[in-house]
């Protein structure tokens, strides 16, 4: 069984080297929520969205809800997500402005 | 003497006339009569003249004032009743429009569920699958005859709806169902996932209590919807695996902003997951020594502890660790469980790739104390297992076609060869994925 985990973290090893690697850029070009450390105060509502959300699943487009159902689903994500109280007023005042 | 008074007649006559025809215009002040009578007529006429010239004159001063005024008039009046008739048909329209925007607002009002918002999302899937062979239940190697474990295939059907209510800014309810089809039994599976009340206490912190998915199983609360997960089947040991997959309890949870990072946490109290001490087929006991999260009654009165952090050091990076501890032996016994579980998330979108890197990995471990069973003695009931999964998905190209297509590789494990299971597995995934939008996808594997 050690032998297996010392595999697997092997594993886990080899791919986070891949996954780094091949995501390795200048932070400049990178995507814009991903320019920036990862503080509520520093950054705006898109980054924040973009870069929260695409840690989960794809990024869903702020006219995919009415702004009512936005209201439910970012405090639903909220609680499953554990966003911060700032992440959660950030992105959704974003969601908002969007549509 | 006659013919003297005449000639002194004459003389006197010619004197007199004399001076009038030989009088030269030296002096105004004398004309004869016949000048004077014309010059009076002339004068009368002209007299007369200039009073009809004046009266002509008076009337054509007249006359052009009068006619340009009344034209100014005329076109002001005509105007005027333009502008009113234009005034008119815009009341009209504005008053219309705004009985349709009352109606509109009456309508929208209507259909607004009130200050507390419902919403119904959720997810589904289709799914085929084949298999050559060794699809069955698992078995001890050592076993004969050996059950024969035949190639399969058959079509399925999931869905998922998610209930989303929200009370309040601070107070949500979600509840989901499962309906699966079995492929052992034609009625249709119905599950309660999630049934679940949040209360946001504070910036810092969200208690809960109900129905809830495992906070300590990264992949089971964040990962295993069928339009997240990215392949069609999930890892071996943390889903159906290892962990239960939900619990009945309380938790509170939340996120916390550490400087340039951020800290996550849940901690629970929940009903315990119950021991397996006997098999539901003796002839393959291979189940005795798991855990049974599906005791809702909470048959033996033990609680289950545990919780899971999580920490951003970067935005692209979690590092997550879980665990749950509990009670889990029959009355009398004192035989407890420690089930563990680390995971990294790694998820960057990169110019150089032209796309994102999605990075999944988690291990489990499970122990439970040492038991005598009865038909098996006691072993070593500890398990493993994990896996490791890197997607990629080249979002950033011009191509509609392309940017896609996201391939797919998982390595997954589970070592539980010293349970009754008596078996390691190994299996690698490798898929490719088409994503029709953000939330749908077609899968392949």
């Known amino acids: 069984m050690k032998r297996s985990f010392n595999s697997f973290l092997l594993s886990i090893a080899a791919f986070s080297l891949l996954a780094c690697g091949c995501a390795s850029t200048k932070q400049t070009s990178g995507t814009p929520a991903q320019a920036q450390a990862p503080t509520g105060k520093e950054q705006t509502g898109a980054q924040l969205w973009a870069q929260t959300c695409m840690h989960c699943h794809n990024v869903r487009s702020p006219s995919a809800y009415s702004d009512a159902q936005w209201d439910t689903v970012m405090l639903h994500m909220r609680v499953r997500a554990t966003l911060t109280a700032q992440e959660h007023k950030a992105i959704l005042a974003f969601l908002k402005s969007a549509h | ?445």
Do not use: C
């Not at chain 2, 997960?229 to 902003?257: C, F």
């Not at chain 2, 003695?377 to 076609?401: C, H, L, S």
């Open chain 2, 1 to 445: 003497m006659r013919h003297l008074f005449g000639a002194w007649a004459a003389i006197a006559a010619v004197i007199l006339i004399g001076p009038v025809f030989g009088q030269e215009p030296t002096t105004n002040n004398f004309v004869s009569r016949q000048d004077y009578e014309k010059l009076k007529a002339d004068h009368d006429k002209l007299q007369q003249e200039m009073n009809v010239l004046k009266a002509q004159m008076q009337e054509l001063l007249k006359k052009p004032a009068a006619a340009a005024g009344d034209t100014t008039k005329k076109q002001t009046e005509e105007l005027e009743k333009k502008v009113a008739d234009q005034q008119a048909g815009n009341d009209e329209a504005i008053s219309e429009l705004e009985k349709q925007v009352k109606t509109v607002k009456q309508m929208a009002k209507d259909s607004f569920p009130g200050t507390t918002k419902m919403m119904l999302a959720g997810y589904g899937s289709a799914t085929f699958m084949a298999t050559s062979k060794g699809y069955g239940p698992s078995q001890p190697p050592e076993e004969t005859p050996a059950t024969p474990r035949n190639g399969a295939s058959s079509f399925n059907a999931t869905f998922n709806p998610i209930f989303l209510w929200k009370l309040s800014d601070r107070l949500l309810f979600e509840g989901e169902l499962e309906l699966e089809l079995q492929s052992d039994d034609p009625t249709t599976s119905t599950a309660l996932e999630m049934a679940q009340i949040s209360y946001v206490l504070n910036d810092y912190m969200t208690i809960g209590a109900g129905k809830f998915l495992n906070p300590s199983d990264y992949f089971v609360e964040r990962q295993h919807m069928a339009w997240v997960n990215k392949t069609p089947d999930k890892p071996l040991a943390v889903y159906d695996g290892l962990m239960p997959e939900s619990l009945l309890g309380a938790q509170v949870r939340g996120a916390i902003p550490v400087g340039p990072a951020k800290f996550g946490y849940a901690f629970f109290v929940a009903n315990a997951p119950t021991l397996r001490t006997t098999a539901d087929d003796p002839a393959h006991p291979v189940d005795v020594g798991t855990l049974n999260s599906e005791d809702f009654g909470n048959s033996l009165n033990h609680i289950a502890t545990g919780g899971r952090v999580g920490v951003f050091p970067l935005p692209e990076l979690e590092l997550g660790y879980g665990f749950e501890v509990a009670g889990v032996g029959p009355p009398g016994s004192d035989v407890g469980a420690l089930l563990q579980s680390a995971d990294l998330t790694y998820v960057r979108a990169s110019e150089l790739l032209r796309g994102t890197v999605n990075l999944h990995a988690q291990w489990v471990w499970s122990h439970i104390d040492r038991f005598e069973y009865d038909t098996l003695g006691a072993f070593n009931n500890n398990r493993q297992g994990g896996y490791a999964q890197i997607a990629y998905r080249p979002d950033k190209v011009e191509n509609e076609i392309v940017r896609n297509i996201e391939p797919v590789l998982r390595y997954d494990v589970l070592d539980q060869v010293k349970t009754p299971i008596g078996f390691d597995e190994r299996r690698w995934t490798l898929g490719l994925n088409y994503w029709i939008n953000p939330s749908t996808v077609v899968k392949a594997a």
